[in-house]
């Protein structure tokens, strides 16, 4: 009996000993829960499934794209289908993603758009960028201006958020596409990688891998997972991005350029099952994140506040979480996250937050549609 109670209490040792070291160490800032809320809501976009990206066209004019391969335009409460949509590859976390106005788009009329492109035999699919315009709500002039290789089966991590910085380069996102061993570090593939085009397509000449012999010449930097959420800051014009992270680990991070930021060498999650994937957080020569959530709270979409209707966050950025289902409120000083809260708590999956030419925010929540946040 005592041989017995000996075992047991060595196995209940171990056991913790194992779920011990199989956590990753939490993030350094709690969230804090919403004491009052300061804004009432409204839903002004109802009905919409898993949308993925907005686009304000002006305060009141706005294009939405469906995961599942429709592009929307609103105005005045009616929805339209705009026509003439690409074939999509619509599966898993693939389909129709997001969507970005040229910044001279009221004198060229360019709209970007990311998607999950098959290729001819429609045996795989990667990240594609398209430009085109639109007429009688129809797609006219219509580019593909990239178009990541190889074609895979991968149903996941596409990546896929665009944005413009200020001297009009087009960055964009593509996720590592579930290859993790080969994709992130590779600077010869695509896939895991942040990518700085002109807006027709073309290579600037100052990329940092232009002179490498195989490489991307479109990449930026290199060593993501899967980052949803691509910014451009109002004050310094950087592009912030999150990425999601696997078990715990998801990230901020600010891209510079050729910077490798780690992944998978480096990272504060675990596998899905609780293992370990490295030791290491931190190395030299890779690029530390901003911030780290542990555990995950799978972020997608992500606005700074430079609105005088929210006072009192302007500066602040927000984040979307999907597992938790919350808008988070992340205050900075200094690249610094120096605290969280949670905004619409249980509010549903939030997949994007944007803030309108005339300054109110506005959520995209799966399965309900578009909310407005509006100061009480």
């Given amino acids: 009996m005592l041989l017995r109670n000996l075992f047991l209490v060595t196995i209940i040792i ?17 969230i804090d829960n919403e004491l009052e809320p300061i804004y009432t809501t409204k839903i002004v976009v109802p009905n919409l499934k898993v949308p993925w990206g907005l686009a304000f066209i002006s305060e009141n004019e706005l294009l939405i794209t469906e995961r599942s391969g429709e592009l929307i ?53 990667n990240t594609a960028i398209m430009r085109f315009r639109i007429k009688n709500f129809q797609i006219i002039d219509e580019e593909i201006i990239y ?90 014009g950087e592009i912030w991005i999150h990425e999601h992270g696997p078990k715990g680990g998801d990230e901020i991070n600010i891209i510079k350029k050729g910077e490798n930021y780690g992944w998978p060498r480096v990272t504060f999650g675990k596998n899905y099952n609780g293992t370990k994937i490295t030791n290491d957080t931190t190395l030299p020569g890779l690029k530390d994140p901003l911030f780290y959530w542990v555990p995950s709270i799978a972020p997608s979409g992500m606005t700074f506040v430079t609105s005088k209707i929210y006072p009192d966050w302007k500066g602040n950025l927000l984040v979307g979480s999907l597992s938790f289902q919350y808008l988070e409120r992340v205050v900075l000083k200094n690249e610094k996250v120096i605290k969280r809260e949670k905004l619409l708590e249980n509010i549903g999956r939030v997949r994007n937050v944007k803030q309108s030419p005339d300054g109110y925010l506005y959520v995209a929540i799966d399965g309900k549609g578009i909310i407005k946040l509006i100061p009480k």
């Fill in 147 to 236: 178009q990541a290789k190889p074609f895979t089966k991968s149903p996941n991590h596409w990546g896929s958020r665009i944005e413009f910085d200020n001297d009009g380069y087009l960055y964009f996102s593509i996720g590592d596409r579930f290859n993790r061993d080969e994709n992130p570090q590779n600077i010869d593939i695509d896939g895991g990688k942040i990518y700085r085009i002109h807006d027709d397509g073309k290579i600037p000449n100052d990329n940092p891998f232009v002179e490498n012999l195989n490489s991307k010449k479109a990449i930026f930097s290199y060593g993501h997972r899967n980052p949803q959420g691509m910014v451009k800051h109002p004050n310094t």
């Fill in 14 to 30: 171990f056991l913790n000993l194992f779920y011990c070291c199989s956590q990753s160490k939490k993030s350094n800032i709690k």
């Fill in 73 to 125: 335009y609103f105005k005045d409460s009616i929805k339209k289908i705009v026509k003439g949509l690409p074939k999509i590859y619509v599966k898993g976390q693939g389909g129709l993603l997001d969507i970005e106005l040229h910044p001279n788009y009221n004198e060229n009329g360019w709209i970007y758009i990311s998607y999950s492109s098959f290729n001819d035999k429609k045996k795989g699919a």
